[in-house]
């Protein structure tokens, strides 16, 4: 069973966001982070022309779903529902953008996150939610 997300599964996933962002989204860019159940990235792809504060976010979304283990929108829930400012995490690394996602093996446990970003929230959320079920396949 794996434990961790490994470089050649990182590297198919960001393969796959491009592919996406080609065939769903209309080419536009879009940049795409994996990264282990650390937190630690593995592979990270920005499009040209993707926005530069994607760069950025990107990862930190990735960072976010593996340090948590919850995706970034429901992160981001939990923050208004409690009232919470990002800071009470203690993590300057923390982002609760939309599009982050944990990866999880087929025991249900955290071997890592990708994120997706450049598009829009949803649709950074909705790439992200595809390319992590192609990944389920894989694992």
């Known amino acids: 069973m794996l434990q961790n997300l490994t470089l050649a ?3 198919s996933a960001v393969q ?3 592919q996406l962002s080609q065939q769903r989204y209309g080419g536009r860019p879009l940049s795409v982070a994996v ?3 650390s937190g630690f990235l593995l592979a990270f792809a920005r499009m040209e022309e ?3 504060l994607s760069i950025e976010l990107t990862q930190r979304k990735a960072y976010t779903a593996a340090r948590m283990g919850a995706p970034t929108h429901v992160f981001l829930q939990r923050l208004q529902q409690e009232n919470l400012e990002i800071s009470y995490f ?3 690394k923390f982002s609760a953008m939309p599009g982050g996602l944990p ?3 087929a025991d249900k446990q955290l071997i890592g996150a ?3 970003g450049g598009i829009s929230a949803k649709e950074d959320l909705e790439a992200a ?3 992590v079920a192609a990944l389920a396949d894989a694992l």
Request: contains cysteine; glycine residues 0%; proline residues 0%.
């Open 90 to 92: 203690a993590d300057d």
């Open 129 to 131: 939610e595809l390319i």
């Open 114 to 116: 990708l994120a997706i």
């Open 35 to 37: 990264c282990d159940k």
């Open 9 to 11: 599964i990182a590297q």
């Open 16 to 18: 796959h966001a491009l």
């Open 50 to 52: 993707a926005k530069l």
């Open 103 to 105: 990866v999880f093996n």
